[in-house]
Structure formats: C-alpha cells, structure tokens
C-alpha cells in the first residue's frame, strides 16, 4: 500500500463507514482493484486499524454525548449514590444499552473469528448479495416505519435488537449503520434516532477490534505500509467525521431510498463481474 493507496483507502474508509452503503464491501472492492488484497487475515486486519479512524470521529463528534453519558453511568452505578437501574438517568441507561446492544457482535465476533478472516468473508460474490439483501430489507423498514419514537425512547429490549443487527455486518456487504438503522426503523425510531444511536453503538465493537487487530497488524506490516495505514487512518477520522455530519443532517428530512438504490445497484454489478470472472 503506497501513500496515494492510503489517501484514496482512508477517504473511502470515513465516508463508507457510516453512510449505510458497507465500507467493507468499498474497500474490498478497491483494493482488489488496486492489487493491494494479499490474505483475508492481513486484510481484516488493516481494516480494522482504518477503523480507529472512524472511531475518533465518533468520539469527537459526539463527545458531549460521551461524557454525558461515561459520567452518569460510573456515577449511577460506581459510586456511593448507586441508583437502582429503574431510577437512572437516560445517560446513565444508555451506558447499559451500549454495553447489552454491544454483547451479541463480541459474542459473535470472537465465535467465528477465524471465518471472518477468512477468504471466503472478501468474497465479491458474497458482498454483492448481501448489499441486495439489506438494501431490500432497508427499503421494507423504510416502508413500514411509523418513525415515532426519539433515541429517548429506546428501551433495553431495543438495544439488544439493534445490537444483533450490528452483528449481522459481520458479514461483508451488510453495512453496520445499514443493519443497525433498519432495525431502529423497524422500532419506530425516527431516522435520525436510529442513525444516532447507531453511532454511539458501534464504539465497544470498533475500539475492541481496532486494538485486537492493531495488535495483530504490527508484526505483520512492514515499516513502510505501517506508515501508509497509518495515513488511511488518519484520512478516515477526517472523512468520517463529515459523513457523520451529513447523513445526521440528511435524515432529517430525507428519507434512506438513495442507499437503498445505490446499493442494489452496486449488488447487481458485482453480482455480473463476480459470475463473469472480472472480478472475484
């Protein structure tokens, strides 16, 4: 991976990740194009360092959110004014909401590790069916939402849903903001509820994967690559940011029909190269 490879990666990388389009899916697809995919493992690995990137984003996009809710949960749980769960403050529920929604993507993860390292997970086939199969399930959520209900009406129930639907990303293609907003949506969560909470979600699982797989990737990389993953993560943080931006805005008033379209139109062209043997 060059310094241009790692500028183009970690743009896509940021933009991807929270746009419910599946960064994997992007970034496998680029990298096979650039010839820079070698083994499933290394891959897995480097995606996820790029994802410490995004990570940050999330951190400083939301950073009240993140104090707000670290400093009520340790003060409503950790301290001498523990507050039975009934009686905490939403901040300090939602801490528990991300640490239940969290369980099923680490259980999940750690289960079938050596799979989703696998070969068979980069598969052009495999992520063009699944782009079609949760761009169709976004566009039923989209259909039948009632859009109701605001991030302070998730209950603990709706964390733990939610929280299966990020484990489904563990398959490439799916998109974790994809899964993870069709869910809400199906919920009642408005759009941007849905996309909030999803955010605030995935910080256990990418902050676990990005150190378990940084810790695997600094053997393995070489010097000069390091350096080239460490730009694309940077590039990521950077691009993630406006992504979160924009789609929090956009939902606002829009609906999620243009992913859905982009998606199946992006399943059916791999699906076509992956049969063709252009790309595989």
Known sequence: MNILDAILLGIIQGLTEFLPVSSTAHLTIVGKLLGIVESGELWTAQIAVMQLGTLAAILIYFRNDVFGICASFLKENLTRNRLPATQQSMNAKMGWFIIFGSIPIVTIGLALKKIIEGDITKSIFLIGIML????????YAEKKALF??????????DAIIIGLAQALALIPGSSRSGTTITAG??????REAAARFSFLLSIPAVLGSGILELKKAIPIVSGEDFSSLLIATII????????????LNYLRSKSIGIFIYYRLALGCLLLFLAVSGILS
């Open 236 to 247: 990521s943080g950077i691009s993630g940011y406006a992504a979160i931006a924009f789609l």
């Open 132 to 139: 079609i199969i949760v761009a169709l399930c976004m566009g």
């Open 148 to 157: 109701l209900r605001t991030i302070h009406d998730i209950k603990l129930k």
């Open 185 to 190: 949506l199906f919920l009642g969560l408005n």
